[in-house]
């Protein structure tokens, strides 16, 4: 069994990768058009590897873009053996990673309510005033 450092090693090195496939656009799918990588997690065995996508839309194109790299599993895992040097390469099980999404809320959030607190901080001087 790999140590962990170089199970993280393989981790970035597989999310490297296949990030920039995308971008180079060597994997001719309409469906995965401004996606991202956000995570690679490979298990202790080297069977599975997990890579968590993210796209600027959100979960509403979710099932497509998971068909989309399901359908290119074959064609990337292929690609990415021949980049990455391991003896066999895992098997790539694709997820959908809500944090970008739940980022934007919580910063969506955080700004309505700094435009909130300059409100709250003028009411309690007026009543100060007032007296």
């Known amino acids: 069994m790999p140590s962990k450092l170089r199970l993280q090693r393989i981790n970035d090195r ?14 001719h799918d309409p469906r995965l058009a401004g996606i991202s990588i956000t995570d690679v997690t490979v298990d202790r065995e080297l069977a599975y590897a997990d890579i968590f996508v993210s796209a600027v839309e ?3 194109r979710s099932k497509e ?3 989309g790299m399901e359908s290119a ?6 690609m990415l053996a ?7 390469f895992p098997r790539l099980r694709f997820r959908w ?15 309505s309510l ?3 607190k300059p409100a709250a901080d003028e009411k309690p001087s007026e009543k ?4």
């Open 14 to 27: 597989i999310r490297e990768e296949l990030s920039e496939m995308l971008v180079k656009n060597e994997i």
């Open 128 to 131: 100060n005033e007032e007296e």
């Open 58 to 60: 959100g979960s509403a």
């Open 97 to 111: 990673d809500p944090t970008p999404e739940r980022a934007d809320r919580i910063e969506q959030i955080l700004y």
């Open 114 to 116: 700094r435009q909130e």
């Open 73 to 78: 599993s074959g064609f990337i895992r292929r």
């Open 82 to 88: 021949e980049r990455v040097d391991l003896r066999t």
């Open 65 to 67: 873009i998971l068909a």
